[in-house]
């Protein structure tokens, strides 16, 4: 490039008219304007390739600039083809040789200058179309000019300036200021715009922060990436969708949509308003995906609870070459346990370890907990005892798992030996509480109360829930009411629990009185409410009660849960409506197992053994596979209707399906269907054959058998192996004594009374409510607390009296 420089001092560029001579090497199509315009742009790349030829030249058909290695690359400065910016771009660069010629050590710093003063000269041209940063970047390292575009930037004191530009800036803001007030009038208002934006956010004035950051945006003024952030992590906070699409609509205008960050939290903020397929739309649309990007749309997935979608964008992730960090795994190990997918997991467990990932407590700490949620607790916990740390997560992964699959006293031997080196927090209690309760260690649930006092916990709701149906587990109801009353937030899962506990101990018309109190509150039942509430109907078959409760649940659009609508089937059916228990199974939506279990004991209840056999045969042809409960509900229908060879044939084809082993509830509910029918041998010899011990039940099914057809002989063998097994069992006594009776047995029937009395047996009265309007009455066997109960007792008499009429004049 020595030619250049003594060009531009003989007084620059010599601009030549076209010549006769050029035009006739030259096409006159758009190829050679295409060629021509590749050979300028190669030049500028890198001049010091290229000869200038134009103070030596002596003939004008010489080329002003040839390639060093290729001569047929040539450049002429008068050329009709060449592109209308080579001559700027030619005259500039020779300007900044001249200038600066001390300033160029190399040809890269050369091609960075000539770069600067174009950006420059591109800013003036239309500053409209520039991020004007000056007054907000926080860094030296943000550009205080950003070309909207292509995200080129322009620095104020950068040292490749050419000379002119302040100058020239300082001339465009006067003529800005004297014409509306230009940058006089638009800075004041955006000086520290990310804190005003942050503090408007804590405020909960979301609305404005987005505004301001729009009316900066149409001022040419870009915000900073951190005010992005800040303003989608509030839109995620409080999911508001509607702002969050605003934000994302600025962060197009401002050319931030391609942000890898920015990008990343627009994913989370969409997914945490529900709208997943918007969130793939962002992902899909950034230029590049790194491992946080793959992660934040799987984890969306997951969170949506679609596994499946989470594991084939896993699958795209790897196609890509892109490794999976311990986050990843986190999310998708998660996944796996939300849909049991025990072998999906086994594989992840494989890639963690080939990968390096084993030894990350968080990691393994997830390990645990998709196995314990896998129902493989032993793999579980040899996970656990081979972690190098554990940490509190570690620990309640692990006793949660134990106390989940009924483990409980396993799970407080874990907690005993977690408490010598880490201290439980509010989760820890949580899930030992429901350890508690699986097992109905009542005292250690206690212990458990007295140090969450202790810890301050007992004001947490959920600490309090969970309390609250440990102790109505425990059958301790007034404990849990206690709780209950005392706590200082109650929510749905609060009175649901409570209302359960009730429900669970028989005490129906609590549980409904709690409701009514619920409702006088203000808390909206959920479908669990509704579940207890149900079976508190059923419990004491108050029909109008659970009438009320169905228009409830159809308002509050729970009708179509399968598990609501089980339960309804079941108290319509308790209550003697099989009617209207059979229209609600038919209107379900999604019948699973148990849906058709409840409907074939119903039947069952009602001795409807023909219509039970009948909706069983219904229930296989659409492919649904009979379990234990299933084969359980029509045996007890075939007993209630004395089909004994019906009932044989199912129960032989239940020993022949491999899906269900025999359990002491079939061989009773067997001995039952023989006994009533008065095949009592074959009772005692199907219970004599039983492959599994027989309990107190079974001999007390046989027992009332014999009652009720006079069979002294088994009566007594029933009755001795029941006593074997309970011998305070006072049932057992007065069914002997009704056998010995029957058959005139009076001084056998004498001596088993004597026994009851020295031992104080006393059978357990009975109970009976009615229902009478929207009140629930209970009624006990020689219980006169009711306020009504002389009126009762007169209203008896007249009933027997009447009664007993009738039979002397039959």
């Not at 040539?74 to 083809?81: E, S, V, Y």
């Amino acid at each position: 490039m020595a030619g250049l420089g003594a060009a531009a001092g003989g007084g620059g560029l010599c601009w030549i008219p076209n010549h006769q001579h050029h035009q006739q090497n030259q096409d006159q199509g758009g190829g050679q304007v295409r060629r021509t315009r590749q050979f300028w742009k190669k030049f500028f790349s890198d001049p010091s390739h290229w000869w200038d030829n134009r103070t030596d030249k002596r003939n004008p058909t010489f080329p002003d600039f040839e390639h060093r290695s290729t001569a047929e690359k040539a450049l002429w400065t008068d050329n009709r083809f060449n592109p209308p910016w080579a001559n700027t771009r030619l005259t500039i660069m020779v300007q900044v040789q001249e200038q600066r010629r001390s300033g160029f050590s190399t040809p890269e710093t050369f091609g960075k200058i000539v770069g600067v003063e174009l950006l420059w000269h591109k800013f003036f041209s239309d500053p409209s179309q520039w991020w004007d940063n000056r007054f907000i970047k926080k860094s030296p390292k943000y550009p205080d000019f950003e070309y909207k575009s292509t995200h080129e930037g322009l620095w104020l004191e950068g040292w490749l300036n050419p000379p002119w530009v302040k100058v020239k800036l300082v001339t465009m803001a006067l003529n800005e200021i004297q014409s509306d007030g230009g940058l006089r009038s638009r800075v004041p208002n955006f000086v520290g715009c990310g804190g005003n934006v942050s503090k408007l956010c804590q405020e909960g004035r979301l609305n404005e922060a987005v505004h301001m950051v729009e009316l900066m945006a149409q001022q040419n003024f870009r915000a900073p990436i951190n005010t992005y952030v800040c303003l989608l992590k509030e839109c995620t906070k409080r999911k508001a969708l509607a702002e969050g699409k605003r934000v994302h609509a600025l962060m197009v205008q401002t050319g931030l949509d391609s942000n890898i960050f920015l990008g990343s939290t627009l994913i989370k903020m969409y997914a945490k308003c529900g709208n997943v397929l918007d969130a793939r739309e962002v992902f899909d649309s950034m230029p590049e995906h790194n491992v946080f990007l793959w992660t934040t749309i799987i984890s969306a997935y997951v969170n949506h609870g679609q596994a499946e979608e989470a594991f084939n964008l896993f699958h795209k992730m790897q196609q890509t070459g892109i490794p999976p960090n311990n986050v990843t795994y986190v999310v998708l190990l998660k996944a796996c346990a939300s849909i049991a997918a025990l072998e999906q997991g086994k594989q992840l467990h494989s890639d963690i370890i080939r990968n390096g990932f084993e030894s990350d407590v968080v990691v393994g700490s997830t390990l645990v907990d998709m196995y314990a949620k896998c129902r493989q607790i032993e793999d579980a916990r040899k996970v656990f005892n081979n972690m190098r740390t554990r940490n509190l997560v570690s620990w309640n992964a692990i006793i949660a798992g134990y106390s989940r699959h009924g483990l409980g006293k396993e799970a407080l031997d874990l907690y005993e030996e977690m408490k010598e080196g880490v201290q439980p927090d509010i989760v820890t209690y949580v899930v030992i509480l429901k350890a508690c309760a699986s097992i109905a260690a009542l005292e250690q649930g206690k212990q458990l109360h007295l140090d969450i006092i202790r810890r301050g916990f007992e004001s947490d709701v959920i600490v309090g829930n969970t309390l609250v149906d440990m102790y109505a587990k425990g059958r301790c109801i007034q404990d849990a009411r206690r709780v209950f009353d005392n706590l200082q937030e109650r929510d749905v899962v609060s009175w649901s629990a409570i209302i359960a506990g009730y429900a669970e101990l028989g005490h129906g018309k609590e549980a409904l009185d709690l409701y009514e109190q619920m409702r006088q509150e203000g808390v909206r039942p959920n479908n669990v409410t509704y579940v207890v509430l149900l079976k508190a109907c059923a419990s004491i078959a108050a029909l109008e009660k659970g009438k009320q409760l169905h228009l409830d649940i159809i308002g509050s659009g729970f009708e179509l849960d399968v598990i609501v609508g089980s339960t309804l089937v079941d108290m319509y059916a308790k209550c003697g409506r099989i009617q209207d228990a059979r229209q609600v199974f038919n209107n379900m939506h999604g019948r699973d197992v148990v849906s058709w279990n409840v409907m074939i004991a119903g039947y069952a209840q009602q001795g409807l053994g023909k219509e039970a056999l009948t909706l069983l045969e219904q229930m296989q042809r659409e492919g649904i596979k009979p379990d234990k409960v299933t084969y359980l509900s029509v045996l007890s229908a075939c007993s209630h209707s004395g089909l004994v060879n019906e009932g044989c044939h199912l129960f032989e084809s239940m020993c022949k399906d491999p899906g269900v082993t025999p359990t002491m509830d079939h061989y009773a509910c067997m001995v039952d269907l023989l006994g009533r029918a008065g095949f009592l041998p074959d009772a005692e010899d199907l219970i004599s054959k039983m492959p599994i011990e027989p309990n107190a039940v079974v001999w007390m099914t046989l027992l009332s058998a014999a009652r009720n057809h006079s069979h002294v002989e088994i009566g007594r063998h029933a009755f001795d192996c029941v006593l074997k097994l309970e011998p305070e069992n006072a049932a057992a006594h007065v069914l002997l004594s009704n056998i010995y009776a029957a058959a005139g047995q009076r001084r056998e029937v004498a001596k088993i009374r004597k026994a009851m009395n020295d031992t104080g047996m006393k059978k357990m009265p009975g109970c009976s409510w009615t229902e009478v309007g929207n009140q629930v009455d209970t009624s006990d066997v020689g219980n006169t607390t009711h306020p009504q109960s002389k009126e009762i007792g007169s209203e008896l008499a007249t009933l027997v009296g009447t009664i007993e009429e009738g039979r002397l004049y039959a």
